[in-house]
């Protein structure tokens, strides 16, 4: 099981941007798919995006294309999500998530079995 931990949420106001990181523990982080995803009070958690094992697949959802931008590092375990263009409807706890997978799947947008304790983004208008 991979462990994770997220980092680099906050305060941005509108139109800003974030660059939020996940940093996994263990020595086979490039064995596994990569996503976030975001929940919002009183709303289900939502996908957000997903990375291949090696980067070359990248699924994002309709509401974030052309904003954000998902990336990895196997070298240094990370995997980041920049955020431009942020609207307060982006306000909401952002998780990191992880699931084992063969060479050559898609990531997918669920069936993610590791996940972070979430950190916070608000925007505000």
């Known amino acids: 099981q991979v462990q994770l931990v997220e980092s680099g949420g906050g305060l941005v106001q509108a139109g800003g941007s974030l660059r939020l990181s996940c940093a996994a523990s263990g020595r086979t982080f490039s064995s596994y798919a990569m996503g976030w995803f975001r929940q919002a009070p009183v709303k289900d958690r939502e996908f957000v995006a997903s990375i291949s094992r090696r980067g070359g697949s990248i699924v994002y959802a309709d509401f974030v294309k052309g904003r954000f931008t998902i990336s990895r590092d196997n070298a240094k375990n990370t995997m980041s999500l920049q955020m431009n263009s942020l609207k307060p409807e982006d306000t909401a706890v952002y998780y990191c998530?992880?699931?084992?997978?063969?060479?050559?799947?898609?990531?997918?947008?669920?069936?993610?079995?590791?996940w972070g304790q979430g950190t916070q983004v608000t925007v505000s208008s």
């Open positions: 998530a992880a699931k084992f997978t063969s060479i050559g799947d898609s990531p997918g947008t669920r069936d993610f079995g590791s």
